[in-house]
C-alpha cells in the first residue's frame, strides 16, 4: 500500500489550496478528479498527468478539498464513498495492471 503520511512540502501544498475561496476549491477539486479519470484510462498511468505530480498527494488533495466544504456545500458529482475508495486503495492508482475505478 501506497505511503499515506503527509510530509512538510505536502502539507504547505495542502495548506496554500485550503486557504483559497470557495470558487477555487471546488473548482481544483474537479480538476483532480478529471485527472485521476485521464490518468486511470487515457493517461496510460503517466504521473505528469496529475495535477500534484504524484499519486499520493493528488489522493491527499481531493480529500481534503472535499472535507473542507460545509455538508451543504459540498459538490454533488463526486461523493465521500468515491473519494474513501480511492484513499482505501491506492495501489489501484498505482499499479499499471489495475484495472481503473
Not at 503520511?5 to 470557495?22: F, G, M, P
Not at 476549491?25 to 474537479?30: E, F, N, P
Not at 451543504?72 to 499499479?95: F, M, Q, R, V
Request: net charge neutral.
Amino acid at each position: 500500500m501506497a505511503n499515506m503520511e503527509t510530509n512538510s512540502d505536502e502539507r504547505k501544498i495542502i495548506d496554500r489550496v485550503l486557504h483559497c475561496d470557495i470558487v477555487f476549491r471546488y473548482q481544483l477539486l474537479g480538476r483532480l478528479q478529471a485527472d485521476c479519470e485521464y490518468y486511470l484510462n487515457y493517461g496510460n498511468r503517466n504521473i505528469r498527468r496529475l495535477w500534484a505530480g504524484n499519486v499520493n498527494l493528488q489522493i491527499k488533495l481531493m480529500a481534503e478539498l472535499y472535507n473542507s466544504f460545509k455538508e451543504d456545500e459540498k459538490p454533488e458529482w463526486i461523493t465521500g464513498s468515491s473519494l474513501k475508495l480511492a484513499i482505501h486503495k491506492p495501489s489501484l492508482l498505482l499499479l499499471p495492471s489495475a484495472l481503473p475505478l
